[in-house]
């Protein structure tokens, strides 16, 4: 296993992308095997934390009757709506206290998959001194990619943590650990 202390820079920050009750086991969209990412991402956390490396957590947070669900013609359930015990991190994620929730999917009008669509996540990294990103959460072909392309189109530096994330399915994740590396993005265990 990699020495993930080893791995920090300055300069870095760690994304945990949308992991959330509804995309685990019990909720409204599981991606199978989500909670594995859990103690991954845990351990990932500790380290940035250590290393004085800047945590962010985005998070769908969906109104009723949103863009995206099946009643109002998008592809999935209802799932993260505002408030709601599904909407909420993984209990047993430990995001510290000083970690930036970046919030999404709340327009009425289109859904936000990317951490940085519309939410002035890649000026503030700027402001920050932020040039490289550690990305893990779910789901690696939705969430997870919209996020990493962003941040490549952004001008960001990206590794995805691997053992860090899952996809909906086995070949849309194929398909996304493809299309992040053909924008560029690293591939951490």
Not at 1 to 13: E, K, Q, R, V
Not at 30 to 39: L, R, S, Y
Not at 41 to 57: D, F, H, M, Q, S
Not at 103 to 124: E, I, M, P, W, Y
Request: charged share 20%; with cysteine.
């Amino acid at each position: 296993m990699t020495n993930i202390d080893s791995l920090f820079a300055p300069g870095d920050a760690l994304i945990v992308v949308d992991v959330q009750n509804d995309f685990c086991a019990g909720g409204a969209l599981p991606v199978e095997n989500g909670d594995a990412v859990v103690p991954v991402l845990n351990r990932w956390i500790e380290a940035a934390t250590k290393a004085n490396v800047p945590v962010y957590a985005s998070r769908d947070w969906h109104p009723v009757g949103h863009v995206s669900f099946q009643e109002s013609g998008g592809p999935w359930p209802p799932h993260c709506i505002q408030d709601s015990e599904g909407a909420r991190f993984h209990p047993e994620l430990r995001l510290p206290d000083s970690a930036i929730v970046v919030t999404k999917g709340v327009r009425f009008d289109q859904d936000q998959n990317s951490a940085f669509d519309q939410t002035g996540l890649a000026q503030h990294l700027r402001k920050a001194g932020i040039r490289r990103l550690w990305v893990g959460g779910l789901a690696e072909d939705v969430c997870v990619l919209a996020t990493v392309l962003d941040a490549r189109t952004e001008g960001f530096e990206v590794m995805v943590i691997r053992d860090a994330t899952r996809p909906v399915t086995p070949q849309g994740g194929e398909k996304a650990r493809r299309e992040m590396q053909d924008a560029g993005a690293g591939v951490a265990s």
